[in-house]
């Protein structure tokens, strides 16, 4: 764990803040939830379970027991809806933006629909936030903008062109806060998140939440299917490791302020190691799994790409430091799937 990021923690718990969470009932959107209210801090979250539900939010309920429970708002809304937005902004010190729709597919098939939750809502959102004058605003970017940038290392001031229509929108989303940042004195902070994974992370989408569907497919007896021959590489970070950095970028100084900054882990990893990694961690905690994987052909949107975060930026400036290595995450997760979800 990075110095600084137990510096905030021990600042937050000495002195609490109020945050807004958009997407609160998603995957990332409740773990950040979580986190800030173990530490005590007071937080409102907005969703309209277009992909998120409310048992995420009752699992984070248990979690943390009513003592911390108490200090949550949900708010059951949209940020299509720009007086919604201007309405859960209200008193927020922190604002964490997380609510959008991040389907490859889902956005190829629709990609208006992504569109005005993505660039509409992100804008609103922004809008919101300035007006209300927050003390920082931190976004969900993505990995995704990286494209068919072909080094595999991927460094913040080199993209390609992005593949699909929702890594589209995240890269507009990039543009907007640019120009927030050099026109209004508004300096958001974007997290260009790699493939993040951990509890309560939907098994919905095949080409994105490998890790939830695999471990599904390996519990219930059936094979894992891996699109191409496995070689592709992704830098799997636990979503621990977010939770860090977005405390990080909301504590961040001036000078940090106003950019992007990849989050993941700093390496990279084939599928068919991480295949491997996942049998081994399952083994450990119930039973062998000895069944080959299936390959298939890619999916629209996805292709063969080797990747990994360069995260040397996130270092500098925001004083990241992942606690979480691939092998740490995967056996918090596997722990987590295996005694939450025995009935899958
Ligand atoms: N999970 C990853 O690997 C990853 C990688 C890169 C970027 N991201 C970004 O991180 C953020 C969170 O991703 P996630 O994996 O938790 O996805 P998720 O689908 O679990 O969470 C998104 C949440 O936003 C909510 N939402 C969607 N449209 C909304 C609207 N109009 N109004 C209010 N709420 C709305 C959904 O209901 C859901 O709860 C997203 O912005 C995503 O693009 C995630």
Redesign the pocket.
Known sequence: MSGRFTECQRELRASPKVWLI??V?????SNLLEWLLDNRQVVIG???????SAENLADVRDAVGPGCWKNFTFIE????DLQTCRDVVRGVDHVLH?????STTGSIKDPLGCHD?NVK?FLNMMLASRDEGVSSFTY?????CYGDYQDEAKREDRIGSPMCPSAVT?LVNELYADFFTRNYQFRPIGLR????FGPR??PREAE?NVIPQWIRAMLSGGRVTIQGDGESSRDFCYVGNVIEANVLAALASERAKGSVYNVGVGTGTSFNELFDYLRFELSALTRDYSLSPKYTFYHAGDHHHAEYADISKAQKFLGYGPQFDLRSGLSAVASWFVHENSGI
């Open positions: 958009t997407g009932a998603g995957f990332i959107g907005i969703d309209n379970y277009a992909t998120g809304g949209d940020i299509r997380h609510a959008a729709l991040d939750v809502g969900a970017a993505s990995s995704a995240k998140y790699f493939s993040v992370q939907s994105r």
